[in-house]
């Protein structure tokens, strides 16, 4: 992206040898965020016609805002289904996934007879307050 750029390393009172770099731009770039976008669509892409839950007939698994992703499946194992192709195309692109900042959050609600949600703010047997 940017000709001819090397860096180095300094660690306390030493520095390593230069090196080149090849790859990603510079923080702060002005180009990051719309790249980010660009990859991201690529990626998610990929993600088409792959379980997910249905919302106003409309099938949805993943939602995106900024640099944040959030992939939605019925089950865990759909779950990882679409995190092994997100985690696979991200590599091609030279990309990973940090699994530091990676979470999983189970959202389960009972459904009465009349299928209809639980009220906002009821609590579970268990503790567990359900929003």
């Known amino acids: 992206m940017y000709w001819e750029q090397t860096a180095a390393m300094r660690i306390e009172n030493k520095t390593s040898t230069f090196q080149d770099i090849k790859r990603g731009v510079r923080q702060g770039c002005v180009l990051s965020p719309d790249l980010l976008s660009l990859y ?45 192709i997100v985690e696979e195309e991200s590599r091609k692109k030279g990309l990973e996934l ?13 459904l009465s007879e009349a299928s209809s949600p ?6 579970a047997p268990d503790g567990v307050r359900h929003l």
Request: zero cysteines; charged letters at 30%.
């Open 98 to 110: 940090n699994s530091k900042k990676t979470e999983v959050m189970e959202i389960s609600y009972f």
């Open 118 to 123: 639980p009220p906002s703010g009821w609590t």
């Open 40 to 84: 991201s669509e690529i990626i998610m892409r990929k993600l088409e016609n792959r379980p997910g839950i249905k919302v106003g007939g409309q099938n949805i698994n993943n939602l995106r805002y900024a640099d944040d992703t959030v992939l939605i499946a019925e089950n865990k194992e759909d779950l990882q289904k679409l995190l092994n």
